[in-house]
């Protein structure tokens, strides 16, 4: 009697493990994709606070895209991903040497006068370059993946708000939550 009790508990587990995986495989083929064409493929989670995606423009070396909400005192937010060849055998903003993230972080100053910088990390260990124009108007998150640059550019929601922590912490957040699957591993459909 005992082994019957085993056999069909071990059958119920096995059966909600088996659903639980279905589950889990359902919702990673809901996932949005962004194509960088020939390069990789960036899958993320349904966004939150009603963000959504529209890509303007996309070729073989750039994608620029807009990413926004109907919630007004939410930030706004630009990303471009473009090839730069000088980064062409880097394979994150991790591997960049002191004195080529000094030079990155000088290329700001062409467009700013003062600028504020930090470091974050993605739940993967990606590093983040955060880049904050005095006055809270602006925002950069800058990194790199396989000689790509990818730059995220906020601004308030509303003309009269500033950018806050909280807003560089939900940007960290989404770009954790981004999965980038390279080209050469990508299985057909």
């Given at each position: 009697?005992?082994?019957?009790?085993?056999?069909?508990?071990?059958?119920?587990?096995?059966?909600?493990?088996?659903?639980?995986?279905?589950?889990?495989?359902?919702?990673?083929?809901?996932?949005?994709?962004?194509?960088?064409?020939?390069?990789?493929?960036?899958?993320?989670?349904?966004?939150?606070?009603?963000?959504?995606?529209?890509?303007?423009?996309?070729?073989?070396?750039?994608?620029?895209?807009?990413?926004?909400?109907?919630?007004?005192?939410?930030?706004?937010?630009?990303?471009?991903?473009?090839?730069?060849?000088?980064?062409?055998?880097?394979?994150?903003?991790?591997?960049?040497?002191?004195?080529?993230?000094?030079?990155?972080?000088?290329?700001?100053?062409?467009?700013?006068?003062e600028v504020e910088f930090d470091i974050k990390e993605t739940n993967a260990g990606t590093k983040l370059l955060i880049a904050k124009i005095p006055g809270g108007q602006d925002a950069y998150i800058y990194t790199i993946y396989k000689g790509h640059e990818l730059e995220m550019h906020l601004i308030p929601?509303?003309?009269?708000?500033?950018?806050?922590?909280?807003?560089?912490?939900?940007?960290?957040?989404?770009?954790?939550?981004?999965?980038?699957?390279?080209?050469?591993?990508?299985?057909?459909?």
């Amino acid at each position: 009697m005992k082994k019957i009790i085993a056999l069909v508990l071990s059958l119920v587990m096995l059966l909600g493990c088996t659903a639980a995986m279905a589950e889990a495989t359902a919702e990673k083929e809901s996932l949005g994709v962004l194509k960088v064409v020939g390069a990789f493929d960036i899958k993320y989670s349904p966004l939150p606070d009603d963000y959504k995606i529209d890509v303007y423009l996309q070729n073989d070396m750039t994608l620029i895209a807009n990413i926004s909400t109907t919630k007004k005192e939410l930030p706004k937010m630009g990303l471009i991903i473009a090839f730069n060849d000088e980064w062409s055998d880097t394979e994150r903003l991790n591997d960049v040497s002191d004195e080529d993230m000094e030079a990155i972080k000088d290329s700001f100053f062409e467009e700013y006068d003062e600028v504020e910088f930090d470091i974050k990390e993605t739940n993967a260990g990606t590093k983040l370059l955060i880049a904050k124009i005095p006055g809270g108007q602006d925002a950069y998150i800058y990194t790199i993946y396989k000689g790509h640059e990818l730059e995220m550019h906020l601004i308030p929601g509303d003309e009269e708000g500033e950018l806050n922590d909280a807003d560089i912490e939900r940007v960290v957040a989404f770009l954790s939550d981004m999965d980038f699957v390279p080209v050469e591993t990508q299985v057909a459909d």
